[in-house]
């Protein structure tokens, strides 16, 4: 049996935490430090997590749903730099994206990355078979399609204690309702006219959760932009920049975070966000561009024109991630359910 309404059947948690430690609420009460100690416990979850994949079968992973620290770093431990990311992949960080098949070897990497907290985060999965996931304080779920009976007594033999469970804290739970736009062929044609009629200017990738770059948009320019997305990127179209800069820098508000976007005199695109601490340095940059714009980085204050979210290139939407819904959205979708 591989899964009951969607949920993997086995799923453990496995921490180094003495169940015996925890008080009538299940708060752990002993003497263990909620950090990794980049040793020997660190690699005993390593071996645990590699001892449960062996059992289900599993030599390879999908990477699900990666993100990156973005305004704020919530870690325990101190950043590091490239998210703890660099020399792992092949071609760089860029191979690391929603979807990207990785070695088992590999994955584990990624597991202590996430154990150390400091850097980038992920699910880690193969369809209906297995997971893993890393929640706080070195709190590690791995869920199978199999009991995994050895891999648990190999567990409880590494010091560590695996607990059964419902479900992982941590599995995928879908978000608003309604029909994701995919960023297919219709998607690109109609950015093509807005763009063609001036109402669309500059595009958002969120190629990362936490990570975003923007593409300034001509009709010269969308088929090299959309040539060069990341896989599975959530996309944002914005109307064109100003390029009255004293307008825009008139438009900063006396304090709140805002983001800033601009275009150099070489064409290049920048992106910034500030409070208002931060106001001076980020006029001081937006008054050399060609052209800019200021948003307000507050849910319901600054929204795109349209979203969607690039499918495979088979053309199927796989990334369960998902956009904000804008009007445009809405009647694309309502176009869709009556045609």
Partial sequence: MQKDGGVLTYVYRVTKYDPADRDEHGHYTGSEDTVSDHGEVEAAYLQAVASFAGDTAIDHLVVREPQIPSLAHFGVEP????????????????????????????????????????????????????????GWDQYLYISSSRPCEKALARTRGLGLFPERMAVSPYAFEAGQEGVQRPGDDEFWSDLHRAVATGRAGILEETYLGGASRWHHLTRETIETVRAGLAPRARLAVWPRLSSDIDAVLGALPEEGLVEGVWQDEDGRMHSAIADEDEFPELSARIACASAAAIMSVYEGESAPLCTAVMPDNDGVLRARWRTESTPSDREWALRRSQG
């Fill in 79 to 134: 950043p590091v730099d490239g998210f703890g990311l660099d020399g792992l992949f092949p071609f760089g960080p860029a191979g690391f994206y929603d979807g990207a098949e990785v070695s088992l070897d590999l994955a584990l990497e990624l597991v202590r990355i996430m154990l150390r907290d400091s850097g980038a985060g992920c699910r880690l999965e193969v369809e209906d078979t297995f997971a893993v996931h890393v």
